[in-house]
């Protein structure tokens, strides 16, 4: 499983598997519990380097992506919506609190869409805010919606970042574990931020 998530190890993946196998991994990481776990940014991005080498076609590559993304996300949705409130609905227990339910709604109804785009570029997060927006009963409209636009952002931009520097710098496969490690630092900054944010926010509220 490790061998994944080395920079041989994906590049080996994609040309094995294609087409289909990209389309597999970006559906189960972006909805399926159990794709919490596979490298999507690191996957999509070298797939554009690769396409940049002619083992892809960017034009297939990029629509081929979209679709598992949105289609990964909107499962993820549709789980959470119809599965979540039953397993909340349960007695309060190490694992299961009601407040937690309590919790997605608000922050759903109130940084909902926001957070749906940004979760795109953050690992983990990624898989499990389709899945919390349905538990929260976000309309599905604007979910549908954010869901369109951070899915495009994140098949689009990476893709073309891989495919344009596959272009212009040659021998990238050399650099291609320094550029990844820099991917993940940056897809971090967004969730990092929100934390100290909101542990700022924390510290300030008076305690009664």
Do not use: C
């Amino acid at each position: 499983m490790m061998y994944l998530f080395s920079t041989a190890g994906i590049i080996a993946t994609i040309k094995a598997t294609g087409y289909l196998g990209l389309f597999g991994i970006i559906f189960a990481e972006s909805g399926l519990f159990f794709g919490f776990f596979l490298p999507g940014d690191s996957l999509i991005f070298t797939a554009g380097i690769l396409a940049s080498q002619g083992y892809l076609n960017i034009w297939w590559l990029i629509p081929i992506l979209f679709a598992a993304a949105v289609l990964g996300d909107n499962v993820g949705y549709s789980f959470g919506y119809k599965v979540g409130p039953k397993i909340f609905s349960r007695e309060d227990s190490r694992l299961f609190h009601k407040k937690n339910l309590i919790y997605a709604q608000n922050y759903y109804a109130k940084y909902g869409p926001k957070t749906l785009i940004l979760a795109r570029f953050v690992p983990i997060i990624r898989t499990f805010a389709p899945i919390l927006a349905g538990v929260g009963r976000m309309e599905y409209a604007k979910f549908f919606l954010y869901n369109l636009i951070g899915g495009a952002l994140w098949t689009i931009l990476l893709p073309l970042g891989g495919f344009y520097l596959g272009k212009m710098i040659p021998d990238i496969d050399r650099y291609l574990l320094p550029i990844i490690i820099l991917i993940i630092i940056l897809s971090l900054i967004p969730t990092i931020t929100e934390y100290f944010r909101q542990k700022r926010n924390t510290d300030k509220t008076p305690i009664d």
